[in-house]
């Protein structure tokens, strides 16, 4: 028996880990302007540049724990690769562990775990950084918060520190923490008012260790800013969707890397380069911001169903067995409804986009899991699998459409290009600039090692891009540079080579 719950555990582990090392190399150098800027603060504390390893814009947990490889000789993108793919096994261990406590029976469990790693084999190939990792601490976080028996034990301990380490991974996760913790624990008092002061004394432990935990990242970022800063993501994302922002200001002129080693302005974006705005300051702004929710409450509803056509139903079904009289579970049912409402209520002030779930999507998959086997406990047999079968395969057909775009997808050209370059002039140090393809320009210069001081104008897609990101802006377009222009910013930023890259030429 042993045996058996062992091979229930680990194996869909274990097929998650095999086929990410078949498939790693179609997705090896699928990247993005993010990943380059947590490669180049990795550098920052392998040769001792800490004032530029002390980054307000990303948070430390993927650069820190590249180091080690990196500082091995490892390739950066092999690193971070193994980095990710570590994440993706944390993180089906954590919907393992939730499944437990949801007390699925053996059939479903696994049914829910080998269609999880399915989920997280296409999230860790397809996009590299510390989405996966925060997900998987966000879920143990609400492992031990959710459950029935929280108030005992050290519980509110493991929380905190779970927490922290979300924090440390996403700066998202601190302005989460702060609400959902607080939330939790007044649900449990509430659940059980004869607990409410074992309760209060856990939510008190537990916000001490965070705050013990969060602290010392803070006070060096706070040091570096000069003033108080949990992190400037948050300001950043907030005016890039204000009614007079421009979209990215990189896409519309030359910007300089932050510091003297930095590889390109993204790796700190700086706020002062956008538009403040108040969504309280005046009418016009009050009706920007509801505008901007609506946009993103569609958004969402549209990656939900994107996700699964069935997690509306799941979700409901979950609801409805919540009310059931005698419902057996570790976890009262509306601990984890709240956590779903709760967690993208941030997202909704600024952008929502698919990556930022995915511990929602997880948990959700366990929840409809729950209410669903419950269903098939009382129909025939037959019909009770093909629901099982036709509940899990709704959350399997996103990842296989994703990984079949993409592994055909141009957007691995960047590697080709530097391939190209290093092959006809080896050895080129010095600035580089170009004239647009500004993600591919930040790859290229990287693979070179050479910073990036931008594009002089926005190719169509760049455009593109803008429009989509804030389609209810009434704020000026940002003027195109003329040739004058573009001189003159070639010339006072000293830059050495010039990339004309095909979507420009």
């Keep these: ?48 540049e800490w004032r530029e390893a002390v980054n307000t814009g990303w948070s430390p947990m993927s650069s820190w724990l590249m180091v080690p490889l990196a500082g091995l000789g490892m390739p950066d993108v092999a690193a971070m690769r193994i980095f990710t793919a570590l994440s993706g096994g944390l993180t089906l261990y954590a919907v393992d562990k939730l499944a437990e406590d949801f007390e699925l029976r053996p059939g479903w469990r696994l049914a829910a775990m080998y269609t999880a790693a399915g989920m997280v084999l296409a999230y860790s190939l397809l996009r590299l950084g510390p989405d996966l990792l925060e997900a998987a601490l966000l879920l143990l976080y609400t492992r031990v918060v959710i459950r029935r028996d929280y108030a005992t034990g050290g519980r509110g301990a493991v929380a905190g520190a779970w927490g922290a380490a979300a924090f440390l991974t996403k700066g998202y996760a601190l302005y989460f923490f702060l609400g959902h913790f607080a939330l939790m624990h007044l649900l449990h008092a509430w659940r059980e008012p004869s607990e409410a002061a074992r309760v209060r004394r856990q939510w008190a432990v537990g916000m001490t260790l965070f705050l013990i935990l969060s602290a010392p990242w803070v006070i060096a970022m706070s040091y570096k800013a000069g003033h108080l800063s949990a992190g400037t993501t948050g300001a950043w ?106 967690y993208p209520a941030g997202y909704l002030l600024i952008v929502i986009v698919d990556r930022y779930f995915w511990n929602v999507f997880l948990l959700i998959l366990l929840l409809g899991a729950m209410a669903f086997q419950a269903v098939a406990a009382r129909i025939p047999r ?107 910013q070639l010339k006072r930023y000293r830059v050495d080579y010039f990339l004309a890259l095909p979507a420009c030429v």
């Design 237 to 342: 994302n907030f005016r890039l969707v204000g009614p007079e922002s421009p979209g990215y200001p990189q896409y519309f002129g030359l910007i300089p890397p932050p510091g003297p080693h930095g590889s390109s302005m993204w790796e700190e974006p700086e706020p002062a380069l956008l538009p403040k705005w108040n969504p309280l300051a005046s009418p016009r702004e009050v009706k920007h911001q509801i505008r901007l929710i609506l946009a993103n409450v569609r958004e969402s509803i549209r990656l939900v169903l994107y996700t699964s056509l069935l997690i509306p139903v799941a979700i409901l079904a979950y609801v409805i067995w919540g009310f059931r009289k005698g419902a057996s579970t570790l976890v009262p049912w509306i601990l984890p409804v709240a956590t779903i409402l709760v």
């Design 1 to 48: 028996m042993n045996n058996i719950a062992g091979v229930r555990r680990w194996g869909p582990i274990a097929a998650y880990f095999g086929a990410w090392t078949l498939l790693a190399h179609w997705y090896w150098n699928l990247l993005n302007p993010d990943t380059v800027s947590y490669f180049s603060i990795a550098h920052h504390y392998l040769r001792g």
């Design 382 to 488: 037959l019909p009770g699998a093909l629901l099982m079968s036709a509940y899990f395969l709704s959350f399997l057909a996103l990842p296989t459409r994703m990984m079949m775009v993409q592994a055909k997808d141009t957007q691995q050209r960047w590697a080709e290009i530097a391939a190209q370059i290093q092959r006809q002039a080896p050895g080129l140090s010095g600035r580089l600039a170009g004239c647009g393809g500004w993600n591919d320009g930040v790859q290229i210069a990287w693979s070179l090692g050479m910073p990036f001081y931008g594009e002089t104008g926005p190719t169509a897609e760049e455009l593109t891009v803008r429009d989509q990101l804030n389609p209810s802006a009434q704020g000026t377009p940002q003027p195109i540079p003329g040739q004058e222009e573009i001189a003159h």
